[in-house]
């Protein structure tokens, strides 16, 4: 690849530079020439440079740039590779900290002792871990290092001797950790031995400078997300106690590596790729001298890492050897596996090898941290010599082919596809309500106790109480169960009062599911072992009348809520999926069984949700998109199941998809919503309709049937072609022609809001283009102006009555206007502006229409902002528990007019 006869040693302006410096520096050179470049080394030189009384920061950034001085020349000589100068740089950069990290803890240990575990007793040490480039142990030339300081335990220093202040180990390390920083990345007169970077720690630049064992597993375990997940990947410990080591590895291995097929890296992959390349995009707009750049940039160095990373991060907990963190040594293993064709990894790794020469010659020419190609013409010549080719012309055509080859098995990897305290006053009252429920005393009595604990209505409290105390069912219970539930309530209580204005709402809808459970020792057990329990059971019913009566359904689920890191954590959607589908399978054969696993898990998932959602966790916005999922994976598995109990199934696997629309298909899914969908096929064979109908109708009744765990959706299937007196099922020639020929213009509109749900992807394929197409026919403002109002108006002549409060949904100038308007917008537009097919959701579309100019941007923000309120609110009334989302005109005035605004704008 490099040709030695084309390159110099003076083809580095900082080699150069550097020699010219001082006279002796030829000779330094000269007596490295043969010389492994390895620690011992290392060691060595820089011991005879201490020796002489120079400072060890001096001495060690005279050393690094001897190394690198080395490695540039022997590396544009041809007398080292890739590997050589990774390899080399990396034993550097972790001798350099090890080095220094012994010096500073000697210092320091001299003013303060030695830093000691509380638990343990034992000495404490740092541990550095390198990550990124280094943690790989592929680190550049002149890239930065990576670095988060751990220490195991918290505790403080034993003094030794006079003179010496004790810290805590805390301050201790972080002591050490801004000197090791200050030392290895200062710039002086000598340069600098490395840049340090250490935004990967825990909560980023604004978490502590060093973190204990503990800290870091409790942030992993609650804190951590995606993109941690793939930069811990390469942590690596620099320095430290081994068994400290060993300790971190636990905390981290299960963290970064899932132990089941983690398909969703593929799409957090994606969308991090997604997020830099934007980044990168942005700044070659703003500084276009620096585009082309080959880290970042299109088919880059980073495009290969991911390839190598999402393998890493499916499979890694079930197959150790992926966990390297050598992004050569990844590839080289996906071969081996055939997860990757052998030939293929081959290209990546020559693609690989020839963009991070590139990426060493860019930084040779002045020991820059750069990766983008020179913006002025003798520059790129001479990185074009460096890198062996005569001119510049034949260098960009061979970095445009191997880009072109690293961006194309990027695409066919990620393109996109279809514990209850009490005060003393409490327990007094607590005893006395306690002996008034067991000896079943009357109101007037229990009144007093309730108002001494705090509730504001307590005549109205103790009714409620008494008459569900005394209601058949309780007094029917054994006695350890009344005493449970005595022990219960009482404990609840104090717990009720924090609720403030909802003090007796939560106390009736827990009496509520109180009754439902009470016959049930296992519930109640559970409630009175587990404290902590009761007390988010109390939390979610104020919260939320709809969460309360949901609990009440479905008591099972009392158990998800044992333990908060796993309630509160982000939902792994392939993990569940897995685990569902693991369930179906081993109930092969039980429909019943198999129709309650998908209820119990559905439930237990939107549990899940419902409970990040009441802390706040969750947007409106997210918490559809997660529901909306969830109700992907549990429609795609249904429809798998129910094939397998066609007994005369004529193909394994149905060529039969699942198409959404309304809320599922604008990913708009909110608690207990119905899911609209219509079925197509795309099978010749002749016993294909009759059994597509049947698996479509078995799948509403495995969808909509209520069983012991309850139903999982109701389903509606009016938006099929011809609607309710059409074919439940639809071939997808028939489907297309219909769409094209004789469809009405309101079935149009719910096109817009229609997405391939789960089934057959080539179906699903077949159906986005069908859309967009559809989507995009050129149309006559006036007629389409004229049938779309004429909609409108039908549905508000359905209304039934008046309404003294607002109706968000159905009221003009609400929810039904803006979809209206926005549908109209890509109906009459889409022609021109393909970007208004994007299943993007309202918002987003609205803005996208503002900036094209398509209506006024300021009113487009306003109705953006208006229909994020107007869901906002339709989502408290839901977790209220009303039917329908009312709120008092004044309430939304400001957005009413922007929406009527609009609309008018948009239909005069």
């Known amino acids: 690849m490099t040709n030695p006869a084309l390159t110099t040693p003076c083809a580095s302006r900082f080699a150069s530079r550097w020699r010219a410096a001082n006279a002796d520096r030829a000779a330094q050179l000269a007596a490295l020439d043969g010389l492994s470049l390895c620690p011992a080394l290392f060691a060595r030189l820089l011991q005879k440079e201490t020796a002489q009384g120079l400072p060890l920061p001096r001495a060690m950034r005279w050393l690094r740039n001897l190394i690198v001085v080395t490695l540039v020349e022997r590396d544009l000589a041809g007398k080292t590779d890739l590997a050589g100068v990774v390899d080399t740089m990396s034993a550097f950069a972790e001798f350099a900290i090890c080095t220094h990290v012994r010096a500073l803890t000697d210092e320091l240990q001299a003013l303060h002792g030695t830093p000691t575990g509380d638990e343990s007793g034992l000495p404490q040490q740092l541990i550095v871990l390198g990550m990124g480039k280094l943690g790989g142990g592929e680190l550049n030339v002149s890239s ?15 003094t030794a001797g006079p003179g010496q202040r004790s810290l805590s180990n805390h301050e201790f390390f972080i002591r050490l950790g801004r000197r090791l920083i200050g030392d290895l990345s200062e710039i002086t007169q000598d340069g600098f031995t490395f840049r340090v970077d250490m935004a990967l720690r825990p909560n980023g630049n604004s978490g502590p400078l060093a973190a204990s064992l ?14 941690e997940r793939y930069a811990w990947v390469k942590a690596r410990a620099i320095c430290g106690d081994a068994d400290d080591i060993a300790a971190l590895d636990k905390i981290v291995l299960p963290f970064v590596y899932r132990r089941y097929l983690d398909y969703g890296s593929i799409d957090a992959l994606r969308s991090m790729h997604g997020q830099i390349r934007a980044e990168v995009t942005r700044l070659e707009v703003r500084h276009p001298e620096r585009s082309n750049n080959v880290k970042l940039g299109r088919g880059g160095i980073r495009e290969i890492e991911f390839l190598a990373q999402v393998f890493q991060l499916i499979r890694g907990g079930r197959e150790a050897a992926l966990r390297a963190r050598s992004t050569r040594a990844v590839l080289r293993t996906l071969a081996e596996k055939e997860l990757l064709e052998p030939a293929i990894v081959t290209q990546l790794l020559e693609a690989y090898t020839f963009l991070r020469n590139l990426e060493h010659r860019l930084q040779y020419l002045d020991d820059a941290q750069t990766h983008t190609l020179p913006a002025n013409a003798p520059d790129c010549l001479l990185v074009a010599q460096m890198m062996g080719f005569g001119d510049t012309g034949s260098f960009m055509l061979a970095l445009a082919q191997q880009r072109a080859l690293v961006s194309a098995q990027f695409d066919a990897i990620f393109a996109e596809r279809i514990g209850v305290g009490e005060s003393g006053t409490d327990q007094a009252v607590n005893a006395g309500i306690h002996d008034v429920l067991a000896s079943g005393d009357r109101e007037d009595t229990i009144a007093p106790h309730l108002a001494a604990l705090g509730f504001t209505d307590a005549k109205h409290a103790a009714q409620r109480l008494l008459a569900s105390w005394q209601s058949a069912r309780l007094q029917a219970l054994p006695e350890i169960s009344r005493n449970r539930l005595i022990n219960l309530i009482t404990a609840a209580l104090p717990l009720i009062v924090e609720c403030g204005s909802t003090q007796l709402p939560t106390l009736e809808r827990l009496l ?38 949901y609990l009440t359904r479905h008591p099972i689920l009392l158990d998800e809520l044992l333990d908060d890191r796993s309630l509160r954590a982000p939902p792994d959607w392939p993990a569940f999926a897995l685990e569902l589908q693991q369930q179906l399978d081993a109930s092969a054969g039980d429909t019943e069984r198999q129709m309650d696993a998908l209820r119990e898990m559905h439930h237990a998932q939107t549990l899940h949700l419902l409970a990040q959602d009441l802390e706040g966790d969750l947007s409106v916005e997210r918490l559809a998109d997660h529901l909306s999922t969830l109700a992907d994976i549990l429609v795609d598995a249904t429809v798998r199941a129910v094939w397998q109990t066609l007994p005369n199934r004529h193909r394994e696997t149905p060529r039969f998809a699942v198409i959404a629309y309304g809320k599922l298909g604008s990913k708009e899914l909110g608690y207990s919503s119905d899911l609209d969908v219509i079925f197509l096929y795309d099978d010749d064979d002749s016993e294909a309709p009759a059994q597509y109908a049947k698996l479509a109708q078995r799948f509403i009744t495995w969808m909509t049937s209520h069983t012991s765990a309850g139903i999982l959706f109701d389903i509606d299937t009016a938006l099929r072609p011809d609607g309710a007196s059409g074919l439940l099922v639809s071939p997808i020639a028939a489907f297309e022609k219909y769409q ?37 026919t050129p149309r006559i403002a006036r007629e389409l102006q004229h049938d779309v109002l004429a909609m409108r108006q039908k549905m508000i002549a359905a209304q039934h009555g008046k309404d003294a409060l607002f109706d968000l949904k159905q009221h003009s100038g609400g929810m039904i206007d803006i979809e209206f308007i926005v549908q109209y917008l890509i109906l009459l537009h889409a022609a021109a502006y393909p970007q208004l097919t994007a299943d993007i959701g309202n918002i987003s579309l609205l803005r996208l229409a503002g900036e094209l100019g398509l209506i006024d941007p300021a009113s487009a923000a306003a109705v953006a902002d208006a229909y994020r309120l107007y869901r906002k609110l339709q989502h408290s009334a839901r977790l209220r528990g009303d039917e329908r989302a009312l709120v008092p005109f004044e309430r939304i005035a400001a957005e009413h007019a922007a929406v009527q605004h609009l609309w008018t704008e948009v239909f005069g």
Do not use: N
């Open 740 to 776: 094209t020929h004789s469809a009405w213009v309101w079935e149009h509109q719910a096109l817009t809001r229609a997405r391939f749900c789960a089934g057959d992807s080539a179906i699903g394929q077949r159906f986005e283009a069908l859309r967009e197409q559809v989507l995009r």
């Open 512 to 549: 509520d599911f109180l009754e439902t459970v009470a016959r049930r020792a296992a519930y109640l057990a559970l409630l009175t072992e587990f404290p902590h329990t009761l007390q988010r059971v109390i939390r979610m019913m104020s919260a939320s009348d709809w969460a309360a009566k």
């Open 214 to 227: 503990g800290m870091v597993e409790e942030y992993l375990m609650v804190q951590g997300r995606d993109w």
């Open 144 to 158: 930065d290092i990576d670095l988060i300081f751990v220490y195991p335990e918290d505790g403080d220093t034993r």
